[in-house]
Structures are given as C-alpha cells and as structure tokens.
C-alpha cells in the first residue's frame, strides 16, 4: 500500500518514467549492435555509420517521449495540438530549419554519400576525417586538429575522399621574376625523388602498376595573388596515405625550393603589382 501511494505522487512517476526510457534506449541500442556484430550484411564503415546514425536517433526519440510524458500532466495535448492552427504553423516555421537538416541528413545516409570515418572536403574550404554523423549535423576532425560541425542545410558542396580516387595536389607559388626553365628542372626531379621515394603511397592496379605516379603539372596558374606563378604537383595515392602522402611531398617541394635557391612569392610582390595595376585597389 505504501508503495502504490508513493507511486501516485507524480516526482516518482516522472523518475520511474525516465529510468524506463532509459533501460528502454539502452537496450534498443544493445540490439542494434548485437545485430550487425552478428550478421555481415553490411560492410564495417556502412554499419559504423548506422551505429552512430542510431544512437542519435534514439536518443532524440527519448527525449521527445519523457518531455511528452511530462507535460501531459500540466497540458490537455490532445487539444492543444488539435485546436491550434497557429501554434502548428508556428512551430513548423520556427522549426524549418532543423527539419530541413533532419531530411538531409536522412538522404546523406540512405544515398550512401557518407560514411563514418570518411575524409571529405565541405564547401571547398572545411577538409578532414568524419567523426560524428548526427540527425542535425556533421563533425569532421580537422588536419589542424581542430573538430569542426556543420550542420546538412549549410552544406552545399560536399567531396568525399572516399569515394573512388584521392589525388595528391601539392604547390609552390614562385616569384615572378624566377626563370620557368630552372623552376622546371627542379620540380621534375622532384617529381622523380617522390616516386622512387614514396612508390608505396601510389594507388596501383591488379598488377602492382600506379594509375598515376608523381608528376610534375607545370605551371597551373600565373600570377597567384599578384605575388607569382603556382608550380604544381601532383599523384593518385591510397586512401589510407593519403595525408601523409601529402607532408611528404610538401617536404620534398620545400626542400628542393631551399636547396636549389628558388625565388619564392612574397607580399613585396603583391604590393609593387598593384602599384603596377590600376585596376587592382
């Protein structure tokens, strides 16, 4: 009797609700993962995506239902729901945006664009590792370490390493005023010192043959900045090397840069070009 009348005042029942949401989720989450350690339907990297997709998935579920549960002690939700038009568009307005990330973060999962553990370039200008697939938003680990969220609705270019090749694409922006026949002849021996340096890191075909090895590309752009013309190199490279591939090559371009006295891009260059051009303000 004791028991059934502590179980009547409502602190309690909104605690037992909670606890019970709780062994609820966590027991859903235990399946889950029971599952797919079980079965092999699905590769490692698309039930890693699932794992996470899931547990954020649950986790929003419980949420909604204890703070449904609980207002339904102060609110008559039936008719709060039913009878309001404007608090619906209103709540719908206010919501659009988190909706419109829900859907494409549910259409980034089902289409298989990414995956957890995936390097991906966002807007042109965000690239590294993903660490967090959420129901909102993204978390992808930075090549300077730092974790960087982006919500689905605010991405609008979105490049997956994953996906077929990565292609090392490295540079030196040299002074105007450095010969192109010398710059040439450095950055081809270059080119050479990688490939015989880092073959390992070159993606090959069944036959142990690189698609594509280190080379040189020339010159890929003139006149960077006002500062000098970008000297480019470049190598299709396995998935898993790809960033150390990268420091690599970027040493060996420093080191020769150093070595062979090249005339490297500075400010000064920018300032006496626009002086130069009228255009340029």
């Given amino acids: 009797m004791f028991f059934f009348e502590l179980f009547q005042q409502l602190p309690v029942r909104i605690l037992t609700a909670a606890l019970l949401i709780i062994l ?4 859903i989450r235990k399946s889950i993962k029971l599952f797919f350690d079980k079965t092999s339907i699905l590769d490692e990297k698309r039930e890693e995506t699932l794992m996470h997709f899931s547990n ?9 239902i204890f703070f449904i549960y609980v207002f339904s002690h102060f609110y008559d939700l039936t008719k709060l729901v039913t009878g309001s038009v404007v608090l619906a ?3 719908a307005l206010i919501l659009q ?3 419109r990330d829900y859907i494409m973060g549910l259409t980034y999962l089902f289409e298989r664009q990414i995956h957890h553990g995936d390097y991906v370039i ?4 965000r690239q590294g590792k ?3 697939i959420s129901m909102r938003h993204l978390k992808i680990r930075q090549y300077d370490g730092y974790l960087y969220t982006v919500s689905y609705s605010n991405i609008t270019e979105l490049q997956n390493g994953n996906k077929g090749m990565r292609r090392v694409n490295e540079s030196l922006v040299l002074n ?4 192109p026949d010398d710059a040439f002849k450095v950055l081809e021996e270059v080119a050479k010192t990688c490939n015989e340096k880092y073959h390992e890191y070159l993606l090959k075909d069944v036959n142990g043959v690189p698609l594509e090895s280190f080379k040189f590309n ?3 752009e003139l006149n960077v900045d006002y500062r000098g013309h970008q000297y480019s190199l470049s190598g299709l490279v396995n998935e898993a090397d790809f960033v150390a591939a990268g420091k690599k090559v970027r040493y060996e371009l420093a080191m020769a840069a150093y070595n062979n006295d090249l005339m490297m891009a500075d400010s000064g260059g920018l300032e006496t070009n626009k002086a130069c051009d009228p255009q340029v303000s």
Avoid: P, R, W
């Fill in 24 to 27: 609820t989720t966590y027991l």
């Fill in 56 to 64: 954020q998935v649950t986790k929003v579920l419980a949420l909604v």
């Fill in 89 to 91: 568009s209103a709540l």
């Fill in 97 to 99: 945006h988190i909706i």
């Fill in 122 to 125: 966002i807007n042109g200008n």
């Fill in 130 to 132: 993903i660490e967090e």
């Fill in 176 to 179: 105007y005023k450095q010969n």
């Fill in 218 to 220: 020339h010159i890929t």
